[in-house]
């Protein structure tokens, strides 16, 4: 049964302090990505990986780090850098692009409020 | 700047009729335009999607049109179910020898009043 997971589900964290959300996929995808989705915006990209041990910033990444260390695994770190970390945290993957879209498919998500 | 509009925030429509949801974008050199859907609590799922070849896609319910000239496209539903209630977000994509550049717009939420 293939597909994204993203724990945990929900997320609280202390101003000041680092938390390290998780994203594991058995896809096979070589791409894996990371937004950030608050009220009344579209999804905005933080940082994307095309291939392990590679890493690109997106469109937001200050106050954001990543690792791609497995094939399966891109977590985020959410530093004490990032001004306003509260958001609805979504991370996809797909396959290496080629010469049509790829459909990117998405975790469920983790929701990280802090306090 | 927001390359992909989507100007209404949310529609309602009665059961079995049809729902438009609209989206103009800036960029001329996206090469894909894609519909994601999104329940509450859940990562968006991809709907549809259209080359910016064509000018219409369709799948079951859900056709896609697009106006290049326009800068314009829309989703329609027909005949629109309850289950359809969700965020629809519509996407535009730049394709990459390396990996696809999508950029989503801020939403749609419909609902579909049985």
């Known amino acids: 049964d293939g597909g994204i997971t993203q724990s945990p589900k929900y997320l609280f964290r202390k101003e000041g302090q680092n938390v390290t959300l998780s994203c594991e996929q058995n896809?096979?995808?070589?791409?894996m990505y990371w937004y950030r989705q608050d009220p009344g915006q579209g999804l905005r990209l933080i940082y994307y990986?095309?291939?392990?041990?590679?890493?690109q910033k997106g469109d937001i990444a200050e106050g954001y780090s990543v690792s791609r260390e497995k094939k399966e695994s891109f977590p985020l770190t959410v530093t004490s850098a990032q001004k306003n970390p509260t958001a609805f945290y979504l991370c996809?993957?797909?396959?290496?692009?080629?010469?049509?879209?790829?459909?990117?498919?998405f975790g469920p998500g983790t929701r990280l409020t802090v306090l | 700047d927001q390359q992909v509009k989507q100007n209404s925030p949310s529609l309602s429509v009665q059961e079995g009729r049809i729902s438009i949801l609209n989206c103009d974008y800036t960029?001329?050199?996206?090469?894909?335009f894609l519909w994601y859907k999104k329940y509450p609590a859940e990562g968006p799922t991809f709907l549809i999607s259209?080359?910016?070849?064509?000018d219409k896609n369709e799948d079951g319910r859900f056709t896609v049109f697009l106006n290049k000239s326009a800068k314009h496209l829309s989703l329609h539903i027909v005949p629109s179910q309850p289950g359809d209630s969700a965020v629809y977000f519509c996407?535009?994509?730049?394709?990459?020898?390396?990996?696809?550049?999508?950029?989503f717009g801020p939403g749609t939420s419909l609902s579909v009043i049985p």
């Open positions: 996809a993957s797909a396959r290496s692009s080629g010469l049509s879209y790829n459909e990117q498919f």
């Open positions: 896809l096979n995808h070589d791409a």
């Open positions: 990986s095309q291939i392990v041990n590679d890493f």
């Open positions: 960029n001329s050199m996206f090469d894909y």
């Open positions: 259209i080359s910016s070849i064509k």
């Open positions: 996407a535009a994509s730049v394709v990459r020898a390396s990996y696809d550049k999508v950029i």
